[in-house]
């Protein structure tokens, strides 16, 4: 059991441009969530696969984000037309699926928008 | 009014004092309750889990659930430095599947 791994631990990006952040969860997990940190918040969710299916994304999210898990395993979140805005920490959580599941969270990825 | 309130602190204690972080939610449907600590630039890490009403110990930490009263609290005995940290609530767990919706966090601050 390596957790939950998240790559890059840091972008620095310009207003407008695309990126794309992984995260590889605890092998046997099969349930996936994205959140989004910022600076004296709580992570906020953002989105939920089970296996390969996203079942839930938040109302709060936009177009420009989109989100995979091709084949159940790994996951990758995609920002398109940066804004300043979305500076945040993206962490990622996995867990069991079994009854009273707990989360783990990654290390995240910090994005800084210039 | 908030999902998940808790006061933000800084909440100041001295070594080797009891601790106390305050939670409420809204959500009546919650069936589970976490409490994660996450460090300054760290990701959030999970200390302690309440299902029943009552207590529940582990160590130094204590979690209390009062489903009635939609309050759930942690008790820190003997802190030390290094439990200082943001303290996250996060009920979850009413929709299937546990969907964590966290409160902004309490920090907590030990001094020496």
């Known amino acids: 059991d390596t957790g939950v791994s998240q790559d890059p631990r840091h972008k620095i990006t310009k207003r407008g441009q695309n990126v794309t952040f992984r995260c590889d969860p605890i092998?046997?997990?099969?349930?996936l969530y994205w959140y989004r940190q910022t600076l004296g918040q709580g992570p906020e969710f953002l989105t939920y696969?089970?296996?390969?299916?996203?079942?839930?994304k938040s109302r709060l999210l936009s177009d420009r984000f989109s989100a995979e898990r091709p084949k159940g395993s790994f996951s990758t979140l995609e920002i398109q037309r940066t804004e300043q805005g979305d500076s945040a920490m993206y962490l990622c959580?996995?867990?069991?699926?079994?009854?009273?599941?707990?989360?783990?969270f990654g290390s995240g990825t910090q994005l800084s928008v210039l | 009014q908030k999902e998940v309130e808790q006061n933000s602190g800084p909440l100041s204690v001295p070594e080797g004092a009891i601790a106390s972080l305050n939670c409420t939610y809204s959500?009546?449907?919650?069936?589970?309750f976490f409490w994660y600590r996450q460090y300054s630039g760290k990701s959030p890490e999970l200390i302690m889990f309440?299902?029943?009403?009552g207590d529940k110990e582990d160590g130094r930490f204590t979690a209390q659930l009062n489903k009635a009263s939609q309050y759930v609290s942690l008790l820190i005995r003997d802190s030390q430095p290094s439990d200082s940290a943001t303290y996250l609530c996060?009920?979850?767990?009413?929709?299937?599947?546990?969907?964590?919706?966290f409160g902004a966090g309490t920090r907590l601050a030990v001094h020496p």
């Open positions: 696969f089970q296996n390969e299916a996203q079942l839930e």
């Open positions: 959500d009546r449907g919650s069936q589970s």
């Open positions: 996060a009920p979850g767990g009413s929709g299937g599947y546990n969907k964590l919706i």
């Open positions: 092998s046997e997990h099969n349930r």
């Open positions: 959580a996995s867990s069991s699926g079994l009854l009273n599941e707990k989360l783990f």
């Open positions: 309440i299902y029943s009403n």
